[in-house]
């Protein structure tokens, strides 16, 4: 007489059981790995500058505990470790600060499309700044800025601007004969992206005003 498979065992072989129709993931382990070692998403839909990765590893140079307490999300399958999120915090520590190893967390035969969720999760978050709360800690602008601080979130609130700092985000101009009052917010991107802001917004409406106008519901 043959036995019938147990569904529960082979889910449990394969890294992972079924808890109550809860997803549970094979055991969690803590382990520092070698960059060499690691295979990573060739797909990722997050990319860096070289500018960007370097202020990054300034961070990670200047608190290296943090990354420790978030480290980059390994999967292990085939004999391989594939770092799905925490790429640019592997490649800001081995190839700007010449770590031999990164601080990961290693799980078992993780699902395709769980390793997409985490990595979109691991770049997203929920909830939105308080700009008076974060005016009150008094950093000062290039340090939110470093820290990855959106410009908008304390450009438009001063926090850490001189008056001179401040004109250059918001003016106003009246102009003689229609005593029309105007004003402009200045945004800084590379030459690169103004080209492709500018295409994108034209796309929208018939002048980047327009297009931003509409894009915030007014």
């Known amino acids: 007489m043959r036995t019938r498979p147990n569904p529960?065992?082979?889910?449990?072989e394969r890294g992972k059981t079924h808890q109550n129709g809860i997803l549970k993931m094979s055991e969690v382990r803590a382990a520092k790995l070698k960059f060499s070692e690691l295979k990573f998403l060739e797909d990722n839909p997050r990319t860096i500058t070289?500018?960007?990765?370097?202020?990054?590893?300034?961070?990670?140079?200047?608190?290296?505990?943090?990354?420790?307490?978030?480290?980059?999300?390994?999967?292990?399958?085939?004999?391989?470790?594939?770092?799905?999120?925490?790429?640019?915090r592997a490649h800001a520590a081995a190839k700007v600060l010449k770590w031999k190893?990164?601080?990961c967390m290693i799980e078992s035969d993780v699902p395709t499309d769980t390793m997409r969720k985490r990595a979109?999760?691991?770049?997203?978050h929920d909830g939105k700044w308080d700009a008076d709360v974060l005016s009150s800690w008094e950093f000062e602008m290039d340090e939110l800025r470093d820290m990855g601080v959106p410009e908008f979130v304390f450009g438009g609130l001063g926090v850490g601007l001189t008056d001179?700092?401040?004109?250059?985000?918001?003016?106003?101009?009246?102009?003689?004969?229609?005593?029309?009052?105007?004003?402009?917010?200045?945004?800084?991107?590379?030459l690169e992206e103004v080209e492709t802001v500018k295409t994108a917004l034209l796309k929208i409406e018939k002048t980047p005003e327009q297009a931003v106008w509409k894009l915030l519901g007014l």
């Open 8 to 12: 529960e065992l082979q889910m449990r």
């Open 50 to 88: 070289r500018e960007d990765l370097e202020r990054l590893a300034g961070r990670i140079k200047e608190d290296p505990t943090f990354f420790d307490n978030r480290p980059c999300l390994v999967n292990f399958f085939g004999g391989q470790y594939l770092c799905y999120a925490g790429f640019q």
């Open 101 to 103: 190893e990164v601080p």
């Open 120 to 124: 979109i999760l691991d770049n997203t």
């Open 164 to 190: 001179e700092e401040m004109s250059d985000f918001f003016s106003s101009d009246t102009t003689s004969g229609e005593h029309l009052q105007t004003g402009k917010i200045v945004l800084e991107y590379t």
